[in-house]
């Protein structure tokens, strides 16, 4: 059985309606889903930001804020007092490049809020030298060329600061093999204390030597 031009023009516009009518009728309803869904997950009568006043004592200078409750340590460092030199890497304590110290201790400050700190001390990478009066570490992370994109370069650092801490106050390790035994900068006790610092190009070994020669136990 042949099929006439005429019957086959019009099966082929039938087709197109019918597709052009599916189509309507498949798309519609999903745009108005979407716009309905938009439209409940919007916030109603959404009431103030819930605020609470601290200091930060922030590189020996002491700071008066008014924060939103949820803002982290790391956005009121580089957003509300523009100290950028603490860099927002992953946000999810993956990289290290927040890192800053607290009361001496070195945290991720990405991963914790900022009101949890109220009267807290803390030094970030600008608190810790300037130029003309580096701190040493600042200092043998130049001379040992310990950073090259320098993305990661002040968490490294303050990392560093607070893994000789950790060490001259007897903090062990999981590489530690006696618990109870005067610690000492090794290679070894280093690369465990650093590893939570991420450097994507990979001057780890520098880093190394930098922090070996400022804790004095240079291979």
């Excluded at 090259?148 to 002040?154: A, E, K, R």
């Excluded at 390790?173 to 450097?199: F, L, W, Y």
């Amino acid at each position: 059985m042949s099929i006439q031009p005429d019957s086959y023009e019009v099966r082929r516009r039938d087709v197109l309606a019918s597709g052009l009518a599916t189509a309507a009728g498949t798309v519609l309803p999903i745009a108005a889903s979407r716009a309905q869904t938009a439209e409940t997950s919007a916030p109603k009568g959404a009431g103030p930001l819930p605020m609470m006043p601290i200091e930060l004592k922030v590189n020996g200078q002491t700071h008066a804020l008014d924060l939103d409750t949820r803002t982290t340590l790391l956005d009121t460092l580089r957003e509300h007092l523009h100290l950028t030199g603490s860099k927002k890497g992953c946000d999810h304590g993956q990289c290290g490049a927040c890192t800053v110290l607290v009361n001496g201790r070195r945290i991720n400050s990405c991963l914790t809020l900022a009101v949890l700190h109220d009267g807290d001390e803390i030094t970030t990478i600008e608190g810790l030298g300037a130029p003309g009066k580096l701190h040493p570490m600042q200092a043998a992370f130049i001379k040992h060329d310990g950073f090259q994109c320098g993305y990661c370069t002040p968490g490294q650092i303050c990392s560093a600061v607070g893994t000789l801490q950790e060490i001259k106050a007897g903090i062990p390790s999981h590489v530690s093999v006696d618990i109870k035994a005067i610690q000492r900068a090794t290679p070894e006790e280093i690369r465990e204390r650093m590893s939570g610092n991420i450097c994507r190009c990979g001057a780890y070994a520098n880093i190394l030597d930098a922090i070996q020669e400022v804790a004095g136990d240079a291979a």
